[in-house]
T-cell receptor, first 111, second 115 residues
Framework: QQQVKQSPQSLIVQKGGIPIINCAYE??????FPWYQQFPGKGPALLIA?????SEKKEGRFTISFNKSAKQFSLHIMDSQPGDSATYFC??????????FGTGTRLKVLA | GAVVSQHPSWVICKSGTSVKIECRSL??????MFWYRQFPKQSLMLMAT?????????EQGVEKDKFLINHASLTLSTLTVTSAHPEDSSFYIC???????????FGPGTRLTVL
């Protein structure tokens, strides 16, 4: 129940494409869903986060779609660039802000 | 704002020695700090949660006597890996949180290599 399932494990897109990364959860107590970007040898950096009371949130080229009934949320990266090549992690927390992380998606954007 | 630093950024030590990693919140007072461990190409695994002035809460399977956490102030937490062994080699990342906010602010990580 504490797991957050993330897919796909890896993803390759052409420059300008729209990679989509999906996450699913079981615990209905989760009320905060952030996405993090991590480059090799670096700590994770917050990209965008959403709460269950909204179905979509956009910040720059990054969009989160949230489906509360399906207990799923996804990250869309518009007009992807080679510089977006990184590992992306979804996470979920329930009030106490102890995060449960997904398994990660390694994204490669081809020039 | 909300910058978290870690020191050192990398460390190499001999088996059997102890290593201390510092995590500092530079521009805010962190009510809670978290310590994660990340193996290559894997996700972040929460090791422990620490609140200033109280004992850390360790996740299941994490040896509290091996991974000593001290959170002496609202801006500093330390992780000491005692009697390190090669299997302790990993990327250790801390994060800091503010009361009332869900967001955690992550440090840049510390690469530990035990020979």
């Amino acid at each position: 129940q504490q797991q957050v399932k993330q897919s796909p494990q890896s993803l390759i897109v052409q420059k300008g494409g729209i990679p989509i990364i999906n996450c699913a959860y079981e615990n209905t107590a989760f009320d905060y869903f952030p996405w993090y970007q991590q480059f090799p040898g670096k700590g994770p950096a917050l990209l965008i986060a959403i709460r269950p009371d909204v179905s979509e949130k956009k910040e720059g080229r990054f969009t989160i779609s949230f489906n509360k009934s399906a207990k799923q949320f996804s990250l869309h990266i518009m007009d992807s660039q080679p510089g977006d090549s990184a590992t992306y992690f979804c996470a979920a927390s329930a009030g106490t802000y102890k995060y449960i992380f997904g398994t990660g998606t390694r994204l490669k954007v081809l020039a | 704002g909300a910058v978290v630093s870690q020191h050192p950024s990398w460390v190499i030590c001999k088996s059997g020695t102890s290593v201390k990693i510092e995590c500092r919140s530079l521009d805010f007072q962190a009510t809670t700090m978290f310590w994660y461990r990340q193996f290559p190409k894997q996700s972040l695994m929460l090791m422990a949660t620490s609140n200033e002035g109280s004992k850390a809460t360790y996740e299941q399977g994490v040896e509290k006597d091996k991974f000593l956490i001290n959170h002496a102030s609202l801006t500093l937490s330390t992780l000491t890996v005692t009697s390190a062994h090669p299997e302790d080699s990993s990327f250790y990342i801390c994060s800091a949180g503010l009361a009332g906010l869900n967001e955690q602010f992550f440090g840049p990580g510390t690469r530990l290599t035990v020979l």
